[in-house]
């Protein structure tokens, strides 16, 4: 009656060990860190700069403080640990002179940094603490509203200087072509010609549809953009934001930063851990532009410490400079897309797609400059940073390869940065808020200090009230909150203040469980049933009213995870993953234990339970 299965021990048995394995990683803290990032896009990390660093390290005798050395290509960082804060302040210095020759512009940020102390063993499983959030770690956070506004003026721009094009090239004569509140109005003198640009425009702008009007003195032909590209426009300009976003919060060697959407047109950023606040506004706002040039066809590339030819201007590319002429033919805001691909031979490439004007322009001087070679420049914080220089092997349009790229994976890099090389639109700052660290420490201290005493008095109350069913039910609450810390560890969920309020409340759910086992018992055995016969009837009575009580608590969480934003989300994910390890704990686990102490007792008598 009151034995469980084996396969149902093994499921609690392996339900235990994979709560401890993912649960203890929480308990190793951080160990001081340097890391170690590009400061431009066009670098990457490479095995010299490992080897620099080792031998810089083993000179100034700090390789045996070194306790770890891991890199994150991913990422695009390399992280080194150390015993103490003095190793750390002290290779820093080293580490810093020796990837960074020259101080006032340097080619890597190498920044002070925390990591956590797990052991590789658990790493080795994907056993990671929980990042915590920025209310109980510090930091900055931000809400920035992107000009969505602008974003479409900018496709309207491009859209525009299509029309003209395709209208010349078939020899459609209009008299303007105006951009007015989100459209396109283009003045016709005669019927004959706007009807021809309708038929003509209809299929080169797709994301349009077009309207002929008549006016007093002429025939209008209104583009409005379609619902859906209109959405489409919008969500792109986020996205290549965020992007964009993201590789600029890299330079601040922000450990676990947030940078997510926030309804249609606004951005978080919240960077744990910072907090120069003026620094971060700076990386963040900062703008980056991308120019196509005609390198200079005699000498496209000197050494670092030549000067250019006159007329001309150099910037740096890999470890020598480029040359390159002053005019720009194009500029990064002409680029619509660029992804990687294989030419015809098979090698990698990188496809671009240029709006109108920047086809034309393309189109122009590639024709007059056939073999010779061209670059594309990043410009980042005023200097220029060469990312390739190819040669012109044909006329191109406003769709053309760029080859030359030695692997696939370069390529794809290569692809990335034209993409996000600049915003797509710009944003503003609308929210700003600074967290200090002393506050975040006394957050956690505070949080977990509640979930103690509250753990305690708990167990105090059930062991008193209901004797050894009381220490069941503490144990079955032990269990619970291991296994939601480790749920919350394996999905890497940011804990927060919210998530901490949610734990308890979790608790007070699991224990209200056990509360109504516990009483349903004691109502059988006052009413005669035999012991044996009460558990069994009390957990199964329990259990309806428990499951009844859960599920609809579960649905107000649902609810809560799918509508709600920031605090409130990280509220309801607590909440939904604390009342599913619950019911798991309270019911299955609880009565597994009370099945192993008087299951095997077939003449049972008495049950503690108060």
Known sequence: MNRYPLWKYIVIGVALLIGIIYSVPNLFGEVPAIQIAPARS???????????????????????????????????????????TDSQLKAK???????????????????????SNTPKSLTSVNAFPMPLGLDLRGGVYFLLKVDMQGAIEKKLNALASDARSRLR?????????????????????????????????????????FKLDKSIDSFLLTGTFKPAALQTTQENALNQNIITLNKRVNELAVKEPVIQKQGN?????????????????????????????????????????????LGMDAFKFGDRQGVFKKSIIITGDRIIDASAGFD?????????????????????????????????????KGKGEVLTIATIQGEFGSKFQITGQPTTQSANDLALLLRAGSLA???????????????????????????????????????????????????????????????????QATLSLPGIAAMALALGMAIDSNV???????????????????????????????????????????????FGSGPIKGFAIV????????????????????????????????????
Request: charged content about 20%.
């Open 42 to 84: 066009s670098l990457k990390l490479d095995t010299k700069l490992h080897e620099k660093i080792d031998a810089a390290l083993q000179k100034a005798d700090l390789l045996k403080n070194q306790t770890g050395f891991e890199e994150s290509t991913a990422e695009g960082v390399i992280r080194i640990r150390f015993n103490d």
């Open 425 to 491: 639109a710009p944003m503003e700052i609308i929210e700003e808020r600074t967290i200090g660290p002393s506050l975040g420490a006394e957050n956690i201290e505070k949080g977990f200090k509640s979930l103690m005493y509250g753990f305690l008095a708990i167990a105090i109350f059930m062991i008193a009230y209901y004797m050894l069913f009381g220490a069941f039910s503490v144990i079955a609450l032990a269990v619970n909150l291991l296994l939601l810390i480790a749920v919350l560890s394996m999905l």
């Open 265 to 309: 047109d606004r951005i978080v950023v919240q960077l744990p851990g910072v907090q120069d606040t003026s620094r971060a506004k700076d990386i963040i706002g900062r703008t980056a532009t991308l120019e196509a040039r005609l390198a200079d066809p005699v000498q496209s590339s000197i050494g670092l410490q030549e000067s250019p030819p």
């Open 169 to 209: 090239d078939k020899t459609i004569r209009y008299q303007s072509i105006d951009k007015s509140s989100g459209q396109l109005v283009i003045k016709f003198a005669s019927a004959d010609e706007a009807n021809k640009a309708n038929t003509v425009l209809l299929d080169a702008i797709p994301d349009m549809s």
């Open 93 to 115: 210095d080293i580490i810093e002179k020796e990837v960074n020759p020259d101080l006032k512009n340097p080619d890597y940020i190498v920044a002070l940094s925390l990591v």
């Open 516 to 562: 109504l086992i516990n009483e349903r018992i004691r109502e059988e055995l006052r009413q005669g049933t035999s012991p044996q016969s009460a558990i069994a009837t009390g957990f199964d009575k329990a259990w309806a009213t428990i499951f009844d009580s859960n599920v609809t608590t579960l649905i107000a969480g649902l609810a809560l995870l799918a």
């Open 344 to 380: 015809q031979n098979q090698r990698p490439s990188v496809n671009l797609t240029l709006d109108a004007a920047g086809g034309r322009a393309m189109q122009e001087v590639t024709r007059e400059n056939l073999q010779k070679p061209m670059g594309m420049i990043l410009f980042e």
């Open 575 to 610: 909440h939904c993953l604390g009342i599913l390890t619950s019911m798991f704990s309270a019911v299955f686990f609880s009565r597994g234990v009370v099945n192993l102490w008087y299951g095997a007792k077939k003449k049972l008598q008495s049950v503690s339970i108060g």
